[in-house]
């Protein structure tokens, strides 16, 4: 192993014991509640291909020359009637940035925004890869309570009069890895605390569209008067996390200086693949891709939270009404990494709930996701998990 004296800013960043578990799950024939990629039967190929070969014969040189880092126009175009027909929230052309995956959002918004030691406010749990992301750049996560319905309003206020964060990192639909939605007046209520505070809200909301039950939801950008919220979007569970597009919908101050941490980052997200997801838009092709997925993803979501009805070790579990996961929770005190390890053995794959959580702790949680396993497939690996959990 070579010998580097790596930045000091990733002494606290251990690579996660997750990965190294999740090593484990990497055998052929697994069964895998474990990651968060959508079925594969809802990766639209074929239109894509269309799409390609049509953008390359019309448009080949543009497709394949640099393009700007403020985005692709048509996308931008796109994207401006596509957040205000989904979210809710009308934004202009300047309050608009197309990264590379929702996940580049948030590094701009982390490099361009914040100062080693500033106070963030998260969800616990919340998305391992973007609390990973607020620790490289030395952000002092500080976790807020929430319930089934979200971030608790008073504990958010509580926590801002005390440390006077800087921002709010929130997924509100359908949270990775609970499952769990914001309701409305929460969501209003998140926008009128950060303009009165002057907190930059960070509203990650990757999972929007994939409802199986109830009203669409309008973002908390949707309720912002002041600019304080910026809404990072993606189209990987919706189309194609391959292609890597995704959106920041932002004060055009903060989009400009995000824009110029695009510029070394990686100059502009792939020209083809913005051109696919504009087309994807432009054609209608989003809804019924959506429709399709929900369609399966309910069933199999019904099947796994069946399977987990079975298992006597499993005292709590979320119910939710879209997303890809489910959250459980074994006895309190208990560890789920012994089960975890004897379903691996067995060719079944979840994720510990721990490294979710910011403060750590919380053994006793895990997540599994539906999407990525056909019924058959989920009622098969819930059995072995059911054998893992209860027969000890
Ligand atoms: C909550 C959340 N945010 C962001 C992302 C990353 O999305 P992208 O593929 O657009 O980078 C994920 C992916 O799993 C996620 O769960």
């Given at each position: 192993?070579?010998?580097?004296?790596?930045?000091?800013?990733?002494?606290?960043?251990?690579?996660?014991?997750?990965?190294?578990?999740?090593?484990?799950?990497?055998?052929?024939?697994?069964i895998s509640f474990?990651?968060?990629?959508?079925?594969?039967?809802?990766?639209?190929?074929?239109?894509?291909?269309?799409?390609?070969?049509?953008?390359?014969?019309?448009?080949?040189?543009?497709?394949?020359?640099?393009?700007?880092?403020?985005?692709?126009?048509?996308?931008?175009?796109?994207?401006?009637?596509?957040?205000?027909?989904?979210?809710?929230?009308?934004?202009?052309?300047?309050?608009?940035?197309?990264?590379?995956?929702?996940?580049?959002?948030?590094?701009?918004?982390?490099?361009?925004?914040?100062?080693?030691?500033?106070?963030?406010?998260?969800?616990?749990?919340?998305?391992?890869?973007?609390?990973?992301?607020?620790?490289?750049?030395?952000?002092?996560?500080?976790?807020?309570?929430?319930?089934?319905?979200?971030?608790?309003?008073?504990?958010?206020?509580?926590?801002?009069?005390?440390?006077?964060?800087?921002?709010?990192?929130?997924?509100?639909?359908?949270?990775?890895?609970?499952?769990?939605?914001?309701?409305?007046?929460?969501?209003?209520?998140?926008?009128?605390?950060?303009?009165?505070?002057?907190?930059?809200?960070?509203?990650?909301?990757?999972?929007?569209?994939?409802?199986?039950?109830?009203?669409?939801?309008?973002?908390?950008?949707?309720?912002?008067?002041?600019?304080?919220?910026?809404?990072?979007?993606?189209?990987?569970?919706?189309?194609?996390?391959?292609?890597?597009?995704?959106?920041?919908?932002?004060?055009?101050?903060?989009?400009?200086?995000?824009?110029?941490?695009?510029?070394?980052?990686?100059?502009?997200?792939?020209?083809?693949?913005?051109?696919?997801?504009?087309?994807?838009?432009?054609?209608?092709?989003?809804?019924?891709?959506?429709?399709?997925?929900?369609?399966?993803?309910?069933?199999q979501?019904?099947t796994?939270?069946?399977?987990?009805?079975?298992?006597?070790?499993?005292?709590?579990?979320?119910?939710?009404?879209?997303?890809?996961?489910?959250?459980?929770?074994?006895?309190?005190?208990?560890?789920?990494?012994?089960?975890?390890?004897?379903?691996?053995?067995?060719?079944?794959?979840?994720?510990?709930?721990?490294?979710?959580?910011?403060?750590?702790?919380?053994?006793?949680?895990?997540?599994?996701?539906?999407?990525n396993s056909d019924i058959d497939t989920i009622k098969k690996g819930m059995?072995?998990?059911?054998?893992?959990?209860?027969?000890?």
């Amino acid at each position: 192993m070579g010998d580097f004296t790596f930045a000091k800013r990733m002494e606290p960043i251990t690579g996660s014991a997750i990965r190294e578990l999740l090593k484990l799950t990497a055998k052929p024939g697994m069964i895998s509640f474990a990651g968060g990629n959508p079925g594969n039967f809802s990766l639209p190929d074929e239109e894509v291909a269309e799409i390609i070969q049509e953008l390359l014969k019309t448009n080949g040189k543009n497709m394949l020359q640099y393009g700007p880092t403020e985005g692709y126009a048509p996308l931008v175009y796109e994207l401006q009637k596509y957040i205000l027909e989904e979210f809710g929230a009308e934004v202009v052309k300047d309050e608009i940035l197309p990264v590379t995956g929702s996940s580049q959002a948030m590094d701009l918004i982390c490099k361009a925004y914040l100062n080693p030691g500033d106070n963030v406010i998260v969800e616990s749990p919340s998305f391992i890869g973007n609390l990973q992301c607020l620790k490289i750049y030395e952000a002092n996560l500080i976790p807020v309570k929430s319930d089934d319905k979200g971030i608790i309003i008073e504990d958010l206020e509580r926590l801002i009069n005390k440390y006077n964060p800087k921002m709010l990192y929130t997924i509100p639909t359908f949270q990775n890895p609970t499952g769990i939605s914001m309701s409305i007046d929460r969501r209003e209520k998140i926008a009128e605390l950060a303009a009165k505070y002057n907190m930059l809200v960070a509203e990650d909301d990757p999972y929007h569209s994939l409802r199986y039950s109830g009203e669409n939801l309008p973002a908390i950008k949707s309720f912002d008067k002041h600019g304080k919220v910026a809404l990072l979007g993606s189209f990987s569970k919706v189309i194609s996390p391959g292609l890597r597009v995704g959106f920041m919908a932002g004060d055009a101050a903060l989009i400009k200086k995000c824009t110029i941490c695009k510029q070394s980052a990686d100059v502009h997200t792939p020209t083809l693949n913005q051109a696919v997801v504009a087309e994807f838009l432009k054609r209608g092709l989003l809804k019924p891709n959506v429709e399709k997925a929900c369609e399966v993803y309910k069933q199999q979501m019904d099947t796994m939270l069946e399977g987990l009805s079975q298992i006597k070790a499993v005292v709590k579990y979320t119910v939710p009404a879209g997303g890809l996961f489910i959250f459980g929770e074994i006895k309190e005190g208990e560890n789920v990494e012994k089960y975890f390890r004897k379903a691996v053995d067995r060719g079944v794959a979840f994720v510990p709930g721990s490294p979710f959580h910011p403060e750590g702790g919380h053994e006793n949680t895990f997540r599994l996701n539906f999407s990525n396993s056909d019924i058959d497939t989920i009622k098969k690996g819930m059995q072995i998990l059911k054998e893992c959990f209860d027969n000890n």
